[in-house]
DNA sequence: ATAGGTTGTCGAAGCGCTTCGACTCCGTCG
DNA sequence: CGACGGAGTCGAAGCGCTTCGACAACCTAT
C-alpha cells in the first residue's frame, strides 16, 4: 500500500505539500503539482480511507436507510438508491446502506461512530421514532418522505396531495363525476406512510370543489384481492367511470379485471395510475398516470444533503411538481345514460 | 464526542484495557469489564470508525456494486442488495452501495483506499472487465452470477442449467413435445451475462434427451413485444403448448395475450415461469415457477465473504439448487388431434 | 531602502484507536 | 521454597492523514 509518505519522498517534496496538492488548500505552485501528480500516478497512490477520516473528521459516506419491507415499491425504492449512490458519487461521497431494520439504533451507531457524515431516511412514517434523534443531533439529514412535523427536517417528496388534486382535475374535465381511487393496501394507511393519505387528501378536496363524487378502496394488490375490491366498487356505486390507482400491483389486475367484464377503456371507464412512468408505459393499455419521480427524488435528496454539509442549506420541505401526463387510459365519461 | 480515554479514566482503567474489553482479544477480569461496560453505558460511546479502520486496517465494510441499469429484475436485486445488508450486519460488516457505473475504476478506488474490507459483485458479465482486477488483488471478493472463467474466484449462483433442466423435465413429464422459451430482451443475450445462456443450455440439453423440441425466442417484455414473439412462434409451431417464461416483464402480457386467444391455461397450455415467488404467486394465474431465492443468493454471498475475511475459505462455486414448484399455470399436454 | 504583503513550502502536532512488549501478581509444580 | 507460567493490566508506539503556525523568498508600495 502506497502511503503519501512515499509519494512526497517520489516527488521530493514534505508530506504536507502533497495534502495541499489533494486537498486545494493552500496554494501549490505549478510545477510542484505536476511533480506530485505524477508521483501519484506513477505510484498508483490512494488516500487511506479510514486516515483521511480520522484526522479530518469527515468519512466523505453518507448512509441511506432503506425500508427493510420489499412488498411495496420497490422499483421506486431501488431507483432511488440508485440514484442517490449515483449523485452522491458526483459530489466525491460514497452510500452505506442500512436497512430499516436495526431503526434508531442504526441512527445512533451511524452518527456516533463517524461512519458516515450525513444521512438520507426513506420510508418515513409520520410519528417516525428516529425523527426525535435526528433532530438531538447536529448531523445533517434528509427525509425522502413527509413526517407530520416537519420542523428542523429537510424533506424532499412528490407532492402527492397536489397528485390527487391533478388526477381529480383530470377526470372531472372529461366529464366523469364518479370516480373510485385504489388505495395501497391497508396495512400503509396503518403504518401511517402519509403519503397514501396525501393523496387521498388532495384528490378528495378537489374533488369536493369540482362536484366529483370519491370513493376510497385500499386494496392488497394482486388479483384476487383486486377482483373483490372492484365489485364492491361497482356494487356501491355502479355509475363509476373513472379510476385513480395508487398501487403497482393492482394497476394490471385492475386492467384484465375490467377487459374480462367488457368494461373498455378508456370508452367506457378511465383509469389514471400513479406510479413510475416505466410502469404506465409497459402496462396492457400505454396508461395515463403521474409519474413517480424516484430518480429526481433522490438527486434532490443529495442536493439538499450537500448544501447542508457546506454550511449553506436550511431546513426546508422541498415538494416536487406533479406531471400528469395522458396516454391511452382515460378520455371523455361515457354519456350518461 | 466520546473517547476511548474518556472510558477509559472514567472506568479508571487505561485506555488498552478498554480496547480489549471491546475487542476480547485478552483476557480481562470480570470486575473490570463491568466496570468498562458500565463506564461505555453511561457515557454513551461509540469507537470511532475511522481511528479503528487506520489503527487496524480493517474498515468493517463490504462494498456491493449493483448494476446501474434499473431496466431488468429489479426485485431481484433490490431483494438481494437488502439480504446482503441484513447478512452483512448480523457478522458485524457494514455495506458500501457502489453502482456498476464507475466500472473498474470503483474496485480500484475502493480497494486502494481501504475503504472496504471486501466486496460483492452483482449482474458479473461473461467477460468482465472487473474480474482481472479482482484476481490480481488480496482483498476477498464474491461474485453474485457466473463469468465465464471462475478460476481463482468465488461465485454464488442460481444454478440455471438445472434450471433450465428442471423446466424441460415438469413440461415433458406432462406430456408436452413442442415448447417455447420466452427469453430475456436481446441486450441481455448480447451483454453476455450468462445466466439466460446457461438456463437455454440446460433446458435445451435436457430437451434432446427427452426427446422435447424447443423453440427460443428472446423478448423485450412489455405488451407489443410480447404479442410480436407470440405470433410468430405459434406461426413457426403452432403445436406449442409448453411455455418457459424468463423474463418477468413478459409473464403478464404473455397471460393476457393468451386468454384473449382463448388458448386457457393449463388446459391447453402450460405456463412455467422462472421468476421470483412473489410474481408467480401475484399473477392472473398463478404460476408455476423456479423461483430466483434472492435472499439466499446474498445471504450465502456474504456468507462466503465472511469466511474468506476470517482466512477459511476457498474459491468456489456455489450453485444454488433450484426448486421448481407447481402451481396452477401448467397440466398435461392437451391430447394431440 | 524599508516595512508590509503574498505565495509556496515545510515540520510537527495530533486525530482515536489497536497492539506489542513488559510488568506485576498469584497459584503451582518440582 | 524458588522457579515458572498464566492471567490481568499498562505504557507507548504507531496507523496515514490533515492542518496550523512558521518561515523563506519574492514582490510591491511608500
Given at each position: 500500500m502506497v502511503t503519501l509518505a512515499e509519494v512526497a519522498q517520489h516527488a521530493g517534496v514534505s508530506a504536507s505539500t502533497v495534502s495541499y496538492v489533494l486537498s486545494g488548500k493552500r496554494s501549490i505552485s505549478a510545477g510542484t503539482r505536476q511533480r506530485v501528480e505524477q508521483s501519484i500516478q506513477e505510484l498508483g497512490y490512494h488516500p487511506n480511507a479510514g486516515a483521511r477520516a480520522l484526522a479530518?473528521?469527515?468519512?466523505n459516506i453518507i448512509a441511506l436507510m432503506v425500508p427493510l419491507r420489499t412488498d411495496m415499491y420497490v422499483p421506486v425504492m431501488m431507483e432511488i438508491a440508485i440514484a442517490v449512490a449515483t449523485s452522491a458519487r458526483t459530489h466525491g461521497y460514497d452510500v452505506l446502506l442500512l436497512t430499516g431494520e436495526e431503526g434508531p439504533d442504526a441512527v445512533r451507531r451511524v452518527t456516533g461512530s463517524g461512519l458516515a457524515d450525513a444521512m438520507i431516511l426513506m420510508d418515513v412514517e409520520l410519528d417516525d421514532e428516529r425523527l426525535p434523534l435526528l433532530r438531538g443531533t447536529d448531523q445533517p439529514s434528509v427525509l425522502i418522505g413527509l413526517p407530520a412535523d416537519t420542523s428542523g427536517l429537510t424533506c424532499v417528496d412528490l407532492d402527492f396531495g397536489a397528485t390527487g388534486a391533478l388526477c381529480a382535475e383530470h377526470l372531472a374535465m372529461l366529464g366523469h363525476r364518479d370516480i373510485a381511487v385504489i388505495g395501497e393496501a391497508p396495512a400503509v394507511y396503518e403504518r401511517h406512510t402519509g403519503f397514501a393519505e396525501r393523496t387521498l387528501d388532495g384528490l378528495r378536496s378537489r374533488s369536493r370543489e369540482l362536484g366529483l363524487r370519491v370513493l376510497h378502496r385500499p386494496c392488497e394488490g394482486g388479483y384476487d384481492s383486486m377482483s373483490l375490491t372492484l365489485a364492491r366498487i361497482f356494487d356501491e356505486?355502479?355509475?363509476?367511470?373513472g379510476f385513480v390507482v395508487q398501487n403497482e400491483s393492482a394497476v394490471e389486475p385492475l386492467l384484465a379485471l375490467l377487459r374480462q367484464q367488457s368494461r373498455a377503456v378508456p370508452e367506457d371507464v378511465s383509469v389514471i395510475a400513479i406510479c413510475p412512468d416505466q410502469v404506465a408505459t409497459q402496462a396492457s393499455v400505454r396508461l395515463t398516470s403521474v409519474a413517480i419521480p424516484a430518480q429526481e427524488m433522490g438527486r434532490r435528496a443529495v442536493e439538499q444533503l450537500i448544501a447542508k454539509l457546506e454550511g449553506h442549506g436550511k431546513d426546508e420541505v422541498v415538494l416536487l411538481a406533479p406531471e400528469l401526463t395522458v396516454r391511452a387510459s382515460t378520455g371523455p365519461a361515457p354519456a350518461t345514460s
Amino acid at each position: 500500500m502506497v502511503t503519501l509518505a512515499e509519494v512526497a519522498q517520489h516527488a521530493g517534496v514534505s508530506a504536507s505539500t502533497v495534502s495541499y496538492v489533494l486537498s486545494g488548500k493552500r496554494s501549490i505552485s505549478a510545477g510542484t503539482r505536476q511533480r506530485v501528480e505524477q508521483s501519484i500516478q506513477e505510484l498508483g497512490y490512494h488516500p487511506n480511507a479510514g486516515a483521511r477520516a480520522l484526522a479530518s473528521s469527515r468519512s466523505n459516506i453518507i448512509a441511506l436507510m432503506v425500508p427493510l419491507r420489499t412488498d411495496m415499491y420497490v422499483p421506486v425504492m431501488m431507483e432511488i438508491a440508485i440514484a442517490v449512490a449515483t449523485s452522491a458519487r458526483t459530489h466525491g461521497y460514497d452510500v452505506l446502506l442500512l436497512t430499516g431494520e436495526e431503526g434508531p439504533d442504526a441512527v445512533r451507531r451511524v452518527t456516533g461512530s463517524g461512519l458516515a457524515d450525513a444521512m438520507i431516511l426513506m420510508d418515513v412514517e409520520l410519528d417516525d421514532e428516529r425523527l426525535p434523534l435526528l433532530r438531538g443531533t447536529d448531523q445533517p439529514s434528509v427525509l425522502i418522505g413527509l413526517p407530520a412535523d416537519t420542523s428542523g427536517l429537510t424533506c424532499v417528496d412528490l407532492d402527492f396531495g397536489a397528485t390527487g388534486a391533478l388526477c381529480a382535475e383530470h377526470l372531472a374535465m372529461l366529464g366523469h363525476r364518479d370516480i373510485a381511487v385504489i388505495g395501497e393496501a391497508p396495512a400503509v394507511y396503518e403504518r401511517h406512510t402519509g403519503f397514501a393519505e396525501r393523496t387521498l387528501d388532495g384528490l378528495r378536496s378537489r374533488s369536493r370543489e369540482l362536484g366529483l363524487r370519491v370513493l376510497h378502496r385500499p386494496c392488497e394488490g394482486g388479483y384476487d384481492s383486486m377482483s373483490l375490491t372492484l365489485a364492491r366498487i361497482f356494487d356501491e356505486r355502479p355509475g363509476t367511470t373513472g379510476f385513480v390507482v395508487q398501487n403497482e400491483s393492482a394497476v394490471e389486475p385492475l386492467l384484465a379485471l375490467l377487459r374480462q367484464q367488457s368494461r373498455a377503456v378508456p370508452e367506457d371507464v378511465s383509469v389514471i395510475a400513479i406510479c413510475p412512468d416505466q410502469v404506465a408505459t409497459q402496462a396492457s393499455v400505454r396508461l395515463t398516470s403521474v409519474a413517480i419521480p424516484a430518480q429526481e427524488m433522490g438527486r434532490r435528496a443529495v442536493e439538499q444533503l450537500i448544501a447542508k454539509l457546506e454550511g449553506h442549506g436550511k431546513d426546508e420541505v422541498v415538494l416536487l411538481a406533479p406531471e400528469l401526463t395522458v396516454r391511452a387510459s382515460t378520455g371523455p365519461a361515457p354519456a350518461t345514460s
